[in-house]
């Protein structure tokens, strides 16, 4: 499914004819800016500008005058495109740039003059919506690009497509996202015969873990078409169809009760507004005694979505502070029990996301295009840039009841 690129920030512009002085004066403007960062901007004439005052580590080529302006007019949003499209270009490691220019955004994007004023006529804009039909067409646009895409990067055993733990940095992809299961599972105190809900399950690897290695019975819920039914394949393949349920059906619509309600990598996906609509199915279907964890990207503070990401890649896409997680428990006195943030868990399981996918980057390419291969190594190798600055945090909060006391006096559990 290639990207749809059409719903460009700014109108087009003369894209021919020499470099003019207004041209340079805005680019140098946006460098300077960056406190003499050591980025390097080669325009389409050839000319180069600098700013800093060392030799200049990485060189950004802008291919078009139209590319200049879109990245003058919204940064934010349109070096995404462009780099996609091939108008820019970067020369050197694109993780460094894109570490380098995180590092000074926020003095970037709040520039004055000209070029603040142009980014507030243009609006910064808002997630879209995740209602329910809203929900199902996100879903479709980010999980159902096909099976055969995502086995190429994501672990061979679980097809996690979530954060991994990583008892030790040596270990690989494999064994990283297995101990992530067991850490779920362990913090959770999951045991033979419990029954759980899962919401958002992905390619259904958590369920058949948990009714594998944990003897659990597993209602897992998903709305992507393509994911469940590799889920129901796998399960069955595995002897385990009898134990794991698929339901192709919204968190909103889940049925019954369970003594264990887990959730990972799905709340980004909720928004803001529908968390007491999450916490009512919580307390409708957790019994008394019951545990929970909701696993998730987060902030450290209340922030949108990177524009393009969500745009381009996770279309509704939200990742919440720790004081707006609060909007689901506060209502249905849930307590919560414990929070682990694996930031940079989340940055090494990118890590070897990105080298998987570089390594399959001339499959990736047939499957989709050469647009598709540059827009998704943007998406990785930015993300992992987000988890090293502290930009996005990955947050695991575990919870029950407010009046139950079926809880452990320590977290000795959780190293055994």
Same mark, same amino acid.
């Given at each position: 499914?290639p990207?749809?690129?059409?719903?460009?920030a700014?109108?087009?512009v003369?894209t021919?004819?020499?470099?003019s002085?207004l041209?340079k004066?805005l680019?140098?403007?946006?460098?300077r800016?960056?406190? +003499?960062?050591?980025?390097?901007v080669?325009?389409?004439?050839?000319?180069? $500008?600098? &700013? *800093?005052? =060392?030799?200049? /580590?990485?060189?950004?080529?802008?291919k078009?005058r139209?590319?200049?302006?879109?990245?003058?007019?919204?940064p934010e949003l349109?070096?995404?495109?462009?780099?996609?499209?091939?108008?820019?270009?970067?020369?050197?490691?694109?993780?460094q740039a894109l570490e380098?220019?995180?590092?000074?955004?926020?003095?970037?994007m709040?520039?004055?003059?000209?070029?603040?004023?142009?980014?507030a006529a243009?609006?910064?804009?808002?997630?879209?919506r995740?209602?329910?039909?809203?929900?199902?067409?996100?879903?479709?646009?980010?999980?159902?690009?096909s099976?055969?895409?995502y086995r190429?990067?994501?672990?061979?055993d679980?097809?996690?497509?979530?954060c991994?733990?990583?008892?030790?940095d040596a270990i690989?992809?494999?064994q990283? +996202?297995?101990?992530?299961?067991?850490?779920?599972?362990?913090?959770?105190q $999951?045991? &033979? *015969?419990? =029954?759980v809900i /899962?919401?958002?399950?992905?390619?259904g690897?958590?369920a058949?873990?948990?009714?594998?290695?944990?003897?659990?019975?597993?209602?897992a819920?998903?709305i992507?078409h393509?994911?469940?039914?590799f889920?129901?394949?796998?399960?069955k393949?595995?002897g385990?169809?009898?134990?794991?349920?698929y339901?192709e059906?919204d968190?909103?619509n889940?049925?019954?009760t369970c003594?264990v309600?887990?959730?990972l990598?799905?709340?980004?996906?909720?928004?803001?507004?529908?968390?007491?609509?999450?916490?009512?199915?919580?307390?409708?279907?957790?019994?008394?005694?019951g545990?929970?964890l909701?696993?998730?990207?987060?902030r450290n503070?209340?922030?949108?979505?990177?524009?393009?990401?969500?745009?381009?890649?996770f279309?509704?896409?939200?990742?919440p502070a720790?004081?707006?997680?609060?909007?689901?428990?506060?209502p249905?006195?849930?307590?919560i029990?414990?929070?682990?943030n694996?930031?940079?868990?989340?940055?090494?399981?990118?890590?070897?996301?990105?080298?998987?996918?570089?390594?399959?980057e001339?499959?990736?390419?047939?499957?989709?295009d050469e647009?598709?291969v540059?827009?998704?190594r943007?998406y990785?190798?930015g993300?992992?840039?987000?988890f090293?600055l502290g930009?996005?945090?990955?947050?695991?909060v575990?919870?029950n009841r407010?009046?139950?006391?079926?809880?452990?006096?320590?977290?000795?559990?959780?190293?055994?």
């Amino acid at each position: 499914m290639p990207l749809d690129f059409s719903d460009d920030a700014v109108s087009r512009v003369n894209t021919s004819g020499r470099v003019s002085a207004l041209d340079k004066y805005l680019m140098r403007k946006f460098l300077r800016a960056m406190d +003499q960062a050591p980025i390097a901007v080669e325009l389409w004439g050839g000319e180069r $500008l600098y &700013e *800093g005052k =060392e030799e200049p /580590e990485i060189t950004v080529r802008i291919k078009t005058r139209k590319a200049l302006w879109d990245l003058i007019a919204n940064p934010e949003l349109n070096f995404g495109d462009r780099y996609s499209d091939g108008s820019v270009e970067v020369v050197g490691d694109l993780y460094q740039a894109l570490e380098i220019v995180g590092a000074h955004k926020t003095k970037v994007m709040s520039e004055t003059g000209s070029m603040s004023r142009l980014r507030a006529a243009l609006g910064r804009g808002r997630p879209r919506r995740n209602t329910l039909s809203d929900s199902r067409e996100n879903i479709h646009h980010h999980y159902d690009l096909s099976n055969e895409f995502y086995r190429l990067w994501l672990d061979r055993d679980h097809m996690q497509y979530t954060c991994a733990y990583y008892p030790s940095d040596a270990i690989g992809i494999e064994q990283s +996202q297995t101990a992530k299961l067991h850490h779920v599972c362990r913090k959770l105190q $999951l045991k &033979e *015969g419990d =029954e759980v809900i /899962e919401v958002g399950c992905g390619w259904g690897g958590l369920a058949r873990f948990m009714a594998g290695e944990y003897g659990a019975k597993v209602r897992a819920y998903n709305i992507s078409h393509e994911q469940i039914g590799f889920a129901r394949d796998k399960a069955k393949e595995d002897g385990l169809d009898g134990r794991v349920e698929y339901i192709e059906d919204d968190y909103r619509n889940v049925a019954g009760t369970c003594d264990v309600f887990v959730s990972l990598g799905m709340l980004e996906h909720v928004g803001l507004v529908n968390y007491p609509a999450l916490g009512a199915v919580i307390d409708k279907c957790l019994r008394p005694d019951g545990r929970g964890l909701i696993h998730s990207i987060g902030r450290n503070r209340p922030r949108l979505m990177n524009r393009w990401t969500e745009k381009r890649i996770f279309p509704g896409a939200y990742p919440p502070a720790l004081k707006e997680m609060a909007a689901i428990f506060e209502p249905y006195n849930l307590s919560i029990l414990d929070v682990e943030n694996l930031r940079l868990h989340y940055a090494l399981t990118l890590e070897h996301w990105l080298e998987r996918f570089e390594e399959n980057e001339s499959k990736v390419r047939e499957l989709f295009d050469e647009r598709f291969v540059r827009a998704w190594r943007l998406y990785l190798t930015g993300s992992i840039a987000a988890f090293r600055l502290g930009d996005l945090q990955l947050f695991q909060v575990v919870f029950n009841r407010g009046d139950s006391n079926n809880l452990p006096m320590t977290r000795e559990h959780l190293y055994i």
